[in-house]
């Protein structure tokens, strides 16, 4: 048996970030004792990207810190890590994934684990130097160079975007003491994620620390001599900076499966066990578009998350059916936004709802708000509640009356076990 393992190719993840890394854990923990090969583009060995925006923006944690382990630990799991190293095309008939520079692997079982890529602007300027982006270890030391280089000089950041990045950028800046500017195109911050009601509740909040928040403006141009020194918005207004940072979305990383046969629409498309529609080819994180039961439906809706907490489950799901063990990946959505002093904690999924239950006030740094469709609870926000995450996760898909759930004096766990 050992024989016949060691004779079939390797099992291939394409991507190191927390998805890759956590489904090749896995498959060792599961007792694959066969070959597994990692390949990531990036020359760092696998790390946490919430971090980036978060702690490390904001020097309260060391570079070492982001880091899931080290080179070592990798090496005593037998995982081969070939970082540096670019997948540019890949050959289901022949089972084989093509790398930069003429090399080719082949493959037993594959797991596509891309993951996203920032969206960029295409406007004048917007090549300049000092224009930065936020998704790898490399532009978040690029970008804590500019703001530790602004802190000196007292200059100003402006911001495009404010959806989660962009939100949390903007607030490490001001609480590091620079100047920032806020630019949002649509009518509040986060607005696809939580909604008119509460984007405006942060947007508040921005102002509050001093924001210069300005909603319903896009970005027309950058202008500089040898590098950017404004933002011109599209109302006209002239914005001096000494830096700018952009975030204004992401795309999955799928350009390299274009002639592969797989399904591409915004994102792999797979099934509930992550399976592609290519035999022995899966898909988890960020690049994944996956069937999701929401609370009120009757039939599953094709999703893609970009959140830590969806990569490393679904990875773990990934890697057991590429074992054989036909497990469906049926999460509660998390994920988690630290601005200022306020910890945000979203459960479940939402894309529309029909109305919001708000248990607290915003106006003193503690609330949830519930986001009900068909009676149904779809989505909760947390706000510096964050013993309450567990009865929250039970709570998704439950029908309560709104009276309770706005209720300070009901407990959510009680309210959670009735269910």
């Not at 500017?181 to 001093?210: D, N, Q, S, Y």
Request: proline share 5%; with cysteine; glycine share 10%.
């Amino acid at each position: 048996m050992a024989e016949a393992q060691a004779s079939r190719p390797p099992v291939v993840v394409v991507g190191g970030g927390i998805a890759g890394a956590s489904a090749a854990e896995t498959l060792r923990r599961e007792g694959f004792d066969g070959r597994i090969v990692v390949v990531g583009d990036e020359r760092a060995l696998p790390y946490e990207r919430p971090p980036l925006s978060k702690e490390f923006l904001l020097g309260a944690i060391p570079e070492a810190k982001v880091f899931l382990r080290a080179a070592e630990e990798y090496g005593a799991q037998d995982i081969e890590l070939r970082t540096g190293t670019r997948a540019t095309r890949l050959d289901v008939a022949q089972r084989r994934v093509e790398l930069a520079g003429g090399e080719s692997i082949a493959y037993d079982r594959l797991l596509l684990a891309t993951g996203s890529e920032p969206v960029r602007l295409h406007v004048p300027g917007a090549d300049l130097p000092g224009i930065r982006y936020l998704r790898t270890l490399d532009d978040a030391r690029a970008l804590a160079a500019e703001i530790a280089s602004a802190r000196a000089s007292g200059g100003r950041v402006v911001v495009v975007g404010a959806g989660f990045i962009g939100a949390e950028v903007a607030a490490d800046c001001r609480m590091l003491g620079l100047d920032v500017t806020l630019i949002e195109a649509l009518p509040v911050p986060m607005l696809r994620a939580l909604g008119a009601e509460m984007g405006g509740v942060f947007a508040e909040l921005h102002r509050a620390h001093g924001v210069d928040l300005r909603l319903g403006e896009g970005v027309a141009a950058f202008r500089g001599a040898g590098r950017v020194e404004e933002v011109v918005t599209t109302s006209g207004a002239r914005l001096g900076c000494a830096f700018a940072v952009v975030g204004v979305g992401v795309r999955p990383a799928t350009e390299w499966l274009r002639d592969a046969g797989l399904t591409l629409e915004n994102g792999v498309v797979v099934d509930c066990f992550c399976a592609t529609t290519a035999p022995g080819v899966f898909a988890a994180g960020d690049v994944a578009r996956w069937p999701y039961m929401m609370a009120d439906a009757t039939e599953p809706e094709m999703v893609r998350l970009e959140h830590w907490d969806n990569a490393l489950r679904q990875a773990e799901v990934a890697a057991r059916n590429m074992l054989g063990q036909q497990t469906p990946f049926a999460p509660t959505p998390y994920f988690w936004s630290d601005q200022y002093d306020w910890k945000a904690q979203y459960v479940g999924y939402a894309r529309t709802w029909e109305r919001v239950v708000v248990r607290g006030r915003p106006e003193d740094g503690a609330f949830i708000a519930f986001y009900l469709t068909g009676g149904r609870i779809c989505a909760a926000l947390a706000v510096n509640h964050v013993r309450e995450l567990v009865p929250l996760k039970k709570l998704i898909g439950a029908a309560l009356d709104p009276a309770r759930l706005a209720d300070a004096g009901e407990d959510l766990r009680g309210l959670s076990r009735q269910r």
